[in-house]
């Protein structure tokens, strides 16, 4: 296991033997029990076969007839934002120009103390007013005090007279706009830097407590932190992965977006990857384009990375035993990725790129052939479905910004899986909030019907998917000798769902073999999350049950 990513304590070592629910297992499809020893999977099978074991453990849980599935991996967190999401300003309930500014009020007032006010989650696609807060408003707002407000994809961010004055020169930065605009490019990544630095490193570790607990309340046992200069700190980043190695909680597997291969090495990171920027964000129009936007003549959005640079990038990881990654959305990125990646292959030889697992985070805007060429690569595609049921549809962000048609080819899951691309389901928190049966739902209910996928694909993706996209292929599933990272559910019947009926009849044939999930149709009641365990270790427990 990799320096970045160590066991979490797997605390003492008793073997415990779970009986008397679903256990959700490719091992037995109508395992009922399952033991745990020394952190691992020891046995799963049937309620009668159980009996055999209950003498010989230390602690017999009753499940009173629970679902027992493998702990969720999100393959992309910001861990750090995501606490302060849920610890302070969060605008993304917001319905309006208006509300957003009594938010500000209200937090502001409420927190006299804070050096720095810290916000995020406005989204002005939504609101009546179809703008964001202006500088001028912000300032009165908050009392001429520091406020970094950042759009819900933090891709650009509002902020107030005196942020900008603790950043000499930002007026002269790319992406700098003096009056109505929100920053963007060179200027919100110094402003972001700069309202982080200073936050207290109590704050930060407040934050990120709250993050690794709201995850382990929701089934998650593993976050993919993806930091890097222009995202977080390295102080940040190295405090997350102490805190994980010392306190129980999710496992957090770090990557460090940086073209300096030998500091991301240093930092603990699994890879220098996740949000190494090839674009921006579609909502913030700097996503890259071969065609301008629908709704902005003659953009064609930012391209930060050349396909030169793409594959001196990934030779210099590959050589050095490390995961290269890009986060790329537009076409013309996604396919400057594709042209980089090949080249290294062409460097380095197809076997040792496919080897090397590197990653794609995002990945939204697809053709056929770069389907194809992410199957050749051996490309995984770190995806977040929840993009889909927040601005997809017809009448969504995505066809504001690209047109209708453009945007009903967002996000092909379905086309992804034909074609054997590996998939790793995250949330981009504090983006959009972590949430994975939701987001599980998102793939299997996507807004395009042709892009959908079985609830199993996608449960699949948003578990083992996880583990794969790190290069393990011994976890995620709750098989013997698997790492004992499980979740208990509160939940009704188990129904096995698919995009295709005749598949769904097929799989809920007791021949098929296939295990139910819960029913995650739209408007149903999503799974309560009684226990997480990690490592064998329990790192939640719903209270009062």
């Known amino acids: ?72 991996v999100d393959a992309h967190v910001h861990t750090t934002a995501t606490g302060f999401a849920l610890t302070g300003l969060d605008l ?19 927190r006299p103390g804070d050096r720095i006010l810290i916000g995020h989650g406005w989204d002005a696609s939504r609101w009546p007013e179809r703008r964001p807060l202006t500088r001028a408003e912000l300032d009165e707002l908050t009392g001429g005090r520091p406020l970094y407000l950042t759009r819900i994809d933090v891709h650009s961010a509002v902020v107030t007279t005196a942020l900008l004055d603790l950043v000499p020169g930002i007026r002269d930065l790319d992406g700098f706009h003096d009056g109505q605009r929100p920053l963007t490019g060179d200027a919100h990544h110094a402003v972001r830097a700069a309202a982080f630095a200073a936050v207290s490193p109590l704050q930060r570790t407040e934050a990120q407590r709250a993050a ?143 080897a090397a697992r ?40 995505y066809a504001d910004r690209l047109g209708a048609e453009r945007a009903r080819t967002l996000n092909p899951y379905a086309a992804l899986l034909r074609a054997g691309v590996p998939l790793a389901f995250g949330s981009d928190s504090p983006v959009t909030p972590l949430d994975p049966w939701g987001t599980v739902r998102a793939a299997a209910f996507h807004r395009t019907p042709e892009h959908r996928i079985s609830a199993r694909a996608a449960f699949t993706a948003h578990t083992r998917g996880g583990w794969r996209a790190v290069g393990r292929d011994d976890a995620g599933t709750l098989v013997p000798g698997a790492p004992a990272d499980y979740a208990v559910w509160r939940t009704e019947e188990l129904v096995v769902q698919a995009p295709d009926d005749r598949v769904a009849r097929w799989s809920t044939d007791p021949r098929s073999g296939t295990p139910g999930l819960p029913d995650l149709s739209p408007g149903v009641e999503l799974p309560v999350c009684l226990r997480t365990v990690v490592y064998g270790q329990t790192v939640f427990v719903r209270p009062n049950e």
């Open 358 to 397: 590197h990653r794609v985070e995002h990945v939204e805007m697809l053709t056929p052939e770069t389907i194809a060429a992410f199957a050749e690569l051996g490309l995984t595609a770190s995806v977040q479905p929840a993009f889909d049921a927040l601005w997809g549809g017809e009448e969504g962000m």
């Open 212 to 354: 690794r607990l709201r995850a382990a309340s929701l089934g998650i046992g593993t976050l993919h932190e993806c930091g890097g200069p222009q995202i977080s700190s390295e102080d940040d980043f190295t405090g997350l992965l102490d805190l994980a190695r010392e306190e129980a909680g999710p496992r957090v597997v770090g990557y460090w977006a940086d073209l300096d291969v030998e500091r991301a090495r240093a930092l603990g990171a699994l890879g220098a990857a996740g949000d190494l920027f090839a674009d921006g964000s579609l909502g913030s129009h700097t996503a890259c384009l071969h065609e301008p936007y629908a709704d902005h003549a003659g953009h064609s959005g930012s391209a930060h990375l050349d396909a030169a640079a793409i594959a001196l990038h990934v030779v210099a990881c590959t050589e050095a035993g490390l995961q290269a990654g890009f986060h790329a959305i537009g076409d013309a990125a996604v396919t400057a990725v594709v042209e980089g990646v090949r080249a290294a292959a062409e460097k380095l030889g197809l076997a040792r790129i496919r």
């Open 1 to 72: 296991m990799s320096e970045s990513m160590p066991p979490a304590s797997s605390g003492d070592h008793r073997t415990v033997l779970l009986r008397g629910g679903e256990v959700h297992s490719p091992a037995d499809p109508f395992a009922t029990a399952m033991v745990v020893e020394r952190g691992h999977v020891a046995w799963v099978g049937s309620e009668g076969a159980a009996d055999a074991f209950a003498s010989g453990v230390d602690e017999v849980v009753d499940l009173e007839g629970a679902l027992v599935t493998p702990a969720f």
């Open 92 to 110: 993304s309930s917001a319905a309006s120009l208006a509300e957003a500014a009594e938010l500000v009020r209200a937090h502001a007032a409420a």
